[in-house]
């Protein structure tokens, strides 16, 4: 078995090492929730925040960390998910599904990221985040996402990876986990 190496240990990171291999870990977590959320009205709940690693706004799934609460300590990933949802967005799901699990960054931390499939979505809550962090909420149908991200793209927001991810397993998945 390897040696582990710790460098540093952050409030939020440790920076690891094994076999030459730096990495990170959240000293604060235990994974990360994306949820790929649909309206009543078949609208993709997508959110938008300025991100201070890439110095711009990006275009997102909601997503959060667990367990990075001492008050959510011991809830569930499906209940850290929805409680996501609500904080970030203010919607609340009708159902709540597993979509997939994926490492987040394989070759920089060890964090895997659950996704799950919002359907249903009501309007319950204010949202817009926690601690200052200034959510904005879109709502986009489906069949104009591609077009939403592009017009976004060209206005200089980047546009997150997962949301790619969770359009690909949504299709792969076929219309046997369609919002309804």
Not at 21 to 29: I, K
Not at 141 to 163: C, P, R, W, Y
Request: aromatic share 8%.
């Amino acid at each position: 078995m390897a040696q582990i190496t710790s460098h540093h240990e952050g409030r939020f990171l440790s920076l690891r090492e094994i076999n030459d291999w730096e990495f990170v870990t959240r000293a604060n977590a235990t994974g990360v929730v994306g949820i790929f959320a649909f309206t009543t009205d078949q609208q993709v709940i997508l959110v938008e925040q300025y991100r201070r690693p890439v110095k711009s706004r990006v275009l997102e799934i909601c997503a959060g960390l667990i367990g990075d609460e001492e008050d959510f300590a011991n809830e569930s990933i499906t209940d850290c998910a929805s409680r996501e949802l609500i904080e970030e967005t203010g919607f609340t799901a009708g159902k709540m599904s597993p979509l997939l699990n994926s490492p987040t960054a394989a070759g920089m931390t060890d964090e895997m990221t659950y996704f799950f499939l919002a359907e249903g979505c009501v309007k319950t809550g204010k949202g817009g985040g926690i601690g200052g962090e200034d959510i904005i909420t879109h709502l986009v149908n489906l069949e104009d996402l591609s077009h939403f991200m592009k017009t976004k793209e060209q206005a200089g927001v980047l546009v997150d990876s997962k949301i790619h991810a969770c359009l690909g397993a949504f299709h792969l998945l076929g219309q046997a986990n369609a919002p309804k």
